[in-house]
């Protein structure tokens, strides 16, 4: 069974960095895609970083570009999103994201991922 389990969640200052893990397991045949929307109150799911297959490609939002950084450890099956100078519209669900089979192609569609997590809370607020 595949399944995506975010972590590192938290509540932060204005300003802070925090960093959450997507540890990802099931995928015995492919190395997948893997992708960060988010969700704030009120708002629709959003898209935040992708990282292909080999942890080389890399796609960011607009808003989050020059702030955030998607990273990946291939041995450990695990995805990273070190965000820097947070801010208050980061907070946020956020959710991790793969596709069901090998991709160098880190789109920034939801319908391209197959695989979603439950999510982790990150809270930006003085």
């Known amino acids: 069974q595949v399944q995506l389990v975010e972590s590192g969640g938290a509540l932060v200052q204005p300003g802070g960095s925090l960093r959450v893990s997507c540890a990802a397991s099931?995928?015995?045949?492919?190395?997948?895609?893997m992708a960060w929307f988010r969700q704030a109150p009120g708002k629709e799911r959003e898209f935040v970083a992708a990282?292909?297959?080999?942890?080389?490609?890399?796609n960011y939002a607009d808003s989050v570009k020059d702030r955030f950084i998607i990273s990946r450890d291939n041995a450990k099956n695990t995805m990273f999103l070190q965000r820097n100078s947070l801010k208050p519209e980061d907070t946020a669900v956020y959710y991790c994201?793969?596709?069901?089979?090998?991709?160098?192609?880190?789109?920034?569609?939801?319908?391209?991922?197959?695989?979603w997590g439950q999510g982790t809370q990150v809270t930006v607020s003085s």
């Open positions: 994201a793969a596709t069901s089979t090998a991709t160098s192609m880190p789109k920034n569609f939801s319908s391209w991922y197959a695989y």
């Open positions: 099931g995928f015995t045949f492919t190395t997948p895609t």
């Open positions: 990282l292909d297959r080999r942890g080389v490609n890399t």
